[in-house]
């Protein structure tokens, strides 16, 4: 009820878990909150991550693929996030990127300076160094566009249609951000990439690979997830660390990347076979193709 003055009496609110989904900003009206308010939360993850002490855990297995004489990553894809500006979990998945962009110093475009940052953000929305939108691109069929909108203001930009997956880095070092993807969604990756050269320039974050090994049958990932299953000799990969205040949102998630010379030693054989994967007999098939 009103009170005198015009002031309203506060809803008291239920209080939520960590990883239960909050009310869909198209859901509430002219009152909901705005790109603002989503730019807010997302500063607030950012800040818990932080104090948490889970990035500063978590920076041995970020840094592991810097260690070697591989490239780093010049530019970032992020697949399968999630609802961000209702999820918490999705939020402090896509805090978490931002943090990571920010220790990797993602190339900037024409005119900056790679492994500099490109200067700060508006202070509405001083989340990690501007990212140029040609160097970090974003896609999940489900992004309102209240998300869509904070995801420009961050200075990323959202891929234009449905790839599956199937991105091929063309000659750049790239890092895949894919926390919680679906296994064809990564097969896919590996299946547009399948080639040493192509394979070295990967770093992928999430599902862990030997996570995916140890809990299917051999003749399952063989047949529906082959390139998973042929890349396991070439891959090396590093778990994120547990944290209690973030199993549902980081747990079996991993940093992998592929050296070269882990790559050259698999047999030739593995390189000859290059078909498409389809998927006609997988029963659990976990992305939306493209067209749905």
Not at 12 to 17: C, D, E, F, L, Y
Not at 51 to 61: K, L, M
Not at 178 to 202: D, E, F, I, T
Request: with cysteine.
């Amino acid at each position: 009820a009103a009170a005198a003055g015009g002031w309203r009496a506060r809803r008291r609110r239920r209080r939520r878990g960590r990883g239960e989904e909050e009310k869909d900003d198209e859901e509430e009206g002219e009152g909901g909150p705005g790109t603002e308010a989503v730019l807010r939360r997302l500063r607030e993850a950012r800040d818990d991550l932080l104090s948490s002490g889970f990035w500063a855990a978590s920076a041995g297995a970020v840094r592991a693929p810097l260690s070697g004489p591989a490239e780093p990553p010049a530019r970032c894809v992020c697949y399968g996030l999630g609802r961000f500006g209702r999820c918490p979990a999705a939020r402090y998945q896509l805090a978490f990127l931002l943090l990571l962009l920010d220790e990797l110093r993602v190339s900037p475009g024409p005119g900056g300076s790679a492994g500099v940052s490109a200067g700060p953000l508006p202070a509405h929305a001083a989340l990690s160094p501007q990212v140029p939108p040609a160097r970090c691109a974003l896609f999940d069929p489900a992004f309102s566009a209240r998300e869509a909108a904070a995801l420009r203001a961050l200075g990323l930009c959202l891929l234009p249609e449905n790839e599956e997956g199937k991105h091929g880095v063309e000659g750049a070092a790239t890092l895949f951000y894919m926390v919680h993807c679906g296994k064809a969604l990564y097969n896919n990756l590996l299946w547009s990439n399948w080639s040493p050269a192509a394979l070295s320039k990967l770093v992928i974050i999430g599902n862990s690979f030997r996570g995916i090994e140890e809990r299917l049958l051999s003749r399952i990932l063989e047949r529906d997830y082959s390139y998973i299953a042929k890349v396991l000799k070439g891959v090396e990969e590093v778990a994120l660390p547990s944290h209690p205040r973030y199993l549902d949102t980081f747990n079996d998630t991993s940093v992998h990347w592929f050296p070269l010379d882990k790559l050259q030693e698999l047999s030739p054989e593995v390189w000859d076979f290059v078909e498409e994967p389809m998927y006609q007999d997988c029963e659990d098939l976990e992305i939306i193709r493209k067209g749905e």
